[in-house]
Nanobody, 122 residues
Framework: QVQLVESGGGLVQPGGSLRLSCAAS????????MGWHRQAPGKERELVAT???????NYADSVKGRFTIYRDNAKNTVYLHMNSLKPEDTAVYYC????????????????WGQGTQVTVSS
């Protein structure tokens, strides 16, 4: 059984910062790409940032220069550091991982966390 658990969400004023964490646990042989998505009320879920196993990153245009994704492979954890937050960043943030659970099944699957709320408001 694999679990992804996010933490670090909350209420922050415009211009503030937050750091989200997502730790993968359970049956894990290897983790490929990891990422963060978000979903605002009434909108579709959108990609925020991804990071490969080797550390290559990709960002949505709306967060470039403000958000930083990084990971600690030893801890099976991905982080999202968010600076200069805007009200339009308000959403539920989800992490995901392309993960291979076991060594004897050469296949990876996409796992998702339960989400953490980020609210940017004065």
């Amino acid at each position: 059984q694999v679990q992804l658990v996010e933490s670090g969400g909350g209420l922050v004023q415009p211009g503030g910062s937050l750091r989200l964490s997502c730790a993968a646990s359970g049956s894990i042989f290897s983790i490929n790409a990891m990422g963060w998505h978000r979903q605002a009320p009434g909108k579709e879920r959108e990609l925020v940032a991804t990071i490969s196993k080797g550390g290559s990153t990709n960002y949505a245009d709306s967060v470039k220069g403000r958000f930083t994704i990084y990971r600690d492979n030893a801890k099976n954890t991905v982080y999202l550091h968010m600076n200069s937050l805007k009200p339009e960043d308000t959403a539920v943030y989800y992490c995901n991982a392309d993960l291979r659970p076991t060594w004897y099944v050469p296949k990876s699957y996409d796992y998702w966390g339960q989400g953490t709320q980020v609210t940017v408001s004065s």
